[in-house]
């Protein structure tokens, strides 16, 4: 098979970085561009980044120079990922996307667009065909694809095995989420140390809607939404990754723990049997050990693609709780992305020259 | 007013420690007794107790020697406070009613027996009439009163005010625990640092059962709970003092946020005409600003006998959902047993000889 | 006595907040004026301030208009306190001190100058006489003080009884520094969290020559530097407040741990007669006990103004080795410059109109 | 080749879960039994254990039945890791030395002992010569050899080409050390969290000999130490793994900052030839980047095996002064006690039946 080249557009900002970080020895994909900022762009990647990964910084990029966020700089690249800031992803995603480069997006602005395939392989694969709704170019070369927001992913995971089985009802849900969502620099130290801080702005209203997205029924006429009402509290603590979920579910059909853990352990990832590159073996395990999962111990099980569930139990209001984490900035982030682009290869939407 | 001479039940401990700390002053008590574990019987407070408090050890208990926790080597108290561990609080606490000594205490053991207040001054201060039922000692000179667990004391200091005003239907909560609630050494470093914990043992079964007798009515024959579901989900986070909780309620009769609002703002303390030494000015305060309360900021606040709210808003599932934090060993635990004390001595039930 | 009218500058910075909190109910002086930069001046300080104490901010401040940092703006204050960044300290300060309003600055920009007093009253009262020798308006009216870096007020207040009494020859220390000496934002939680940090950028060479001049001995002519090598590694640690140093010494006098002890033990401060509001009873505490001092334990200690010492023993290289720890915000900023305003006030330098 | 048998002593405790983690796929050597205290032998190591390490308990030992930690039940292994608490290991390691089951030991117990090597296989590789006059066998099939405490792994590792290079003349540390030095379940949250403790108790004694020994020049009558004063102070940091220390060093041959580094950057391991499974490409690394090197960044590096060192300057008292950082439970505990058994393997010293 012959690699893929990419690019990477926000590649100097944290989810950027962790984009190259994933990709050093990706089997189906070279790093050919990075781009960057004006502030960034014609430097050397190694000078542009202030580089916050736990590894060196791979001698394969370091050396890169930066280019704009322009469509024309990356005319040598099959197609790109985004960790763009929201600012300014609008624009330079359709830029890039009416020129034929496809873009697989880790930023939200394209997650609501109704031609906008909202992706995790395991949950909603069939949601790709979007891709030929999209009117970006005139042959269909150009378009985009999005992951949804960092507690989203393990949200949906754990609910689609339920959502399947037994329908869902209603969803209330407090999250305990890691500073590295929030970028760098992003929390201030004096604010977190020893902290919890009940608010992360904007968070609560993606958490509300995304999952109806995803749970969603591809028709020909597009997505028909899930509907069911979602109550999140957001709150920020100090972990550094690792997003933790407290869950309580009302189900159509009623069912208790131990059929809904059976459900979750038996459930099939509809990917399984394609081996794609980053997907994880188990993309939910169930841990039977009551003080499990917890971030430190687990956000980087299957290298940070798999969504770990604990305590499921019987709940006196609505009909079942438990708790699940992943890893917000891998699971929830790049690499979400980055398997997201698997399965589009896997499914002949992207290919090389 | 002549001062009440006080004995502490389990003073070397965290709970015990803290009540030293906070009746080092106090206008109405003094200590005249500390009773420890064998081990430390008969040592000086200064070699018996690891000192953890942030202050100095307070001179006045530092000579004082250290008693077993035996009824007899206490008759020159009036009262004791309890914060035995629930081990040994059963049969101790026991010893001390049936001698004449009434025990105020932060133990599990009697929150439950049926004769024995569960008493937040500000939520169910009628509830003190039960003692006149206990048969420790055939005089009534002898009686337990008990405080609650440390997360159900903001929890039915938020929901009285929407007791009262609508009637909970339903309680939904995830807790997000201070490393202080586990006492010492409690929880290793290794475990909780830049980490979640899902689990604290035994805490969420308090937490479904204590609001019901606490939220009760008085009645001739004791205590008619309220009755209404409860869903807890218990973690713990590397706070240090502070328990925050996201709740969210259903409500008999409709209400939206800005009701609840004026609801908890409006509220009138049963007990703030009597001007108890340790209570708090404002039992209850609603943050305005959606990034508080937060632990490290607010624990503190009206000298850690506060409750603090914040972000109140309507609820998609259920009614209205908001963040409640208070300090889990100041108000949650020792300070909210002297506040039971200075109740009882204001009604009566506690007097010098 | 009559209260004097102060201002702050850089009101709205973490300093200023410290200065803002600590003077709230100082009985000498009342806060008339805050300063800030342009983007905050013309609003009430409650909007223009992120407050960041953890006491609410005091309603004396709260609608306070804020003004821009300029002398014309502040005639009805008897003098100021500096919080200013160093960026733009040089020419504000200079500007209140031409204009006859004395500043008492925590800044950096005038600690060298020969003219202008580094000063820690229990270390080098005297030196305020450098004012004399100031040049800002012809008749006096108008000069500046300063504190020194926080670091340097634990080492020079622990190494002024060994200096006195033994000479110092060597020093070598090493700080493990709380992110509050950032400022705020400061320190991004995902660069401390769990982590320690060998560089605090422009802190080693501070270290390395504040100590001198305070120190030094004054004569006619200004001060007499004290001479000995400093050698210092300054780094940070995830701690909220309190600076913590590992000092080595070197004496001119041989003397070992006990007679080091007792010098730090029986050092009388020459300020331990005026009663000064905000000095401490001891300014030097020796602990005992080995585990001590810490810093979340100590470094409130006499409302944040103490110098805590441990640990001194014989170093098998040099002399004495010792720990020495003391609050950055308060004793190591603005609590130090309120100090140095009172013994100003107490030595007639500064007076009300 | 064939891979050799091994067993764990104390392999219950926190160095023994660490052994077990970095042996799981080892090339040379296959954990055959697992030995811990009376109260675990006869359980299946799955049951005996609280895992704590951060990837699940490797299923090849999970089943198998922890056995007492007496030589008569290790019959079936080649040799034994010994990871035993100090209060125990005198004897056990004596027991099984006699026994001829060599012991390559993380215990601090027979360091000192003149016939027992204490190694670093980069520092002095030509001390395991010593072995050959230990006398627990007539045949010499029995002997014992040890690492070094943690902080002295990376102090000794950056000390060494200097000690070549220049001769020392004079050391003085500070370190700020992870918890997980101290076993679990160690350090006591309330004690760590957001604060420094000055004091681990016996740590500074062990850093300031250790070193002459491993420095020290092998002769036919034993080890001639190095004879150099050290002076430490041991800290302890919230920080998970990796000790940092803070080092200023008096050279005898004065060279300034640009030529230690080289020095320390051309130094040549002597072992580097031999392709050992478990030594690092490059045992030290000298970090350009002045915020560098970090616990939580650089731990890992090499697979935990690496010792870092940056902010390498000229001091202004003694000569030279650095930091330096290795992960304290790899290199300088169970990694390190690999490395030397592979050493041993290579030299010949241990060898399958």
Redesign the interface.
């Known amino acids: 098979m012959t690699k893929l080249n990419i690019g990477i557009l926000g590649a100097t900002g944290a989810v950027g970085q962790k984009f190259i970080r994933l990709l050093q020895n990706h089997p189906w994909f070279t790093i050919k561009a990075l781009g960057a900022s004006e502030r960034s762009a014609g430097k050397p990647y190694r000078e542009a980044a202030n580089w916050?990964e736990?590894i060196p910084m791979p001698g394969s990029v370091a050396e890169l120079k930066v280019r704009n966020c322009e469509s024309a700089e990356f005319d040598d690249v099959d197609f790109v990922f985004s960790g763009l800031d929201s600012s300014v992803a609008t624009e330079i995603e359709a830029d890039f996307a009416k020129a034929g480069i496809p873009v697989i997006s880790n930023a939200k602005n394209y997650r609501t667009d109704p031609t906008v395939p909202l992706l995790v392989p395991e949950v909603n694969p069939d949601h790709i065909d979007l891709i030929k709704s999209q009117t970006f170019t005139a042959d269909g070369s150009g378009w985009i694809v999005t992951n949804p927001n960092c507690v989203v992913v393990p949200l949906v995971t754990t609910l689609k095995p339920l959502h399947d089985a037994y329908g869902i009802e209603?969803?209330?849900l407090?999250s305990?989420q890691a500073?590295?969502g929030a970028g760098?620099?992003?929390?201030?130290?004096?604010?977190?140390?020893?902290?919890?801080?009940?608010?992360i702005g904007g968070e609560e209203s993606k958490i509300?809607t995304e999952p109806h997205k995803l749970l969603g029924t591809m028709t020909d006429s597009g997505i028909d939404f899930a509907d069911f009402?979602?109550?999140a509290?957001a709150?920020r603590?100090?972990?550094?990754n690792g997003h933790?979920l407290?869950v309580?579910v009302?189900l159509k059909t009623k069912a208790d723990a131990s059929e809904v853990e059976n459900a979750m352990k038996e459930w099939q990832s509809p990917i399984s049997e394609l081996g794609l590159p980053s997907a994880p073996s188990f993309p939910i395990h169930v841990h039977r050990d009551?003080?499990?999962?917890?971030?430190?111990?687990?956000a980087?099980s299957e290298n940070g693609m798999q969504t770990a569930v604990?305590?499921i139990r019987n709940?006196?209001?609505?009909d079942i709780?438990y708790?699940a984490m992943a890893h917000n900035t891998v699971r929830g982030a790049a690499g979400g992305a980055i398997l997201n682009a698997e399965l589009l290869v896997e499914k002949g939407y992207l290919k090389g020259e």
């Open positions: 916050i736990s209603a969803v209330i407090t305990m500073i590295s760098y620099p992003g929390v201030a130290s004096l604010d977190i140390l020893g902290n919890v801080i009940p608010l509300h009402p979602i109550q509290t709150t603590v100090p972990v550094e933790m407290s309580t009302g009551a003080r499990y999962p917890q971030p430190r111990l687990h980087d604990g305590r709940a006196n209001v609505l709780t708790v």
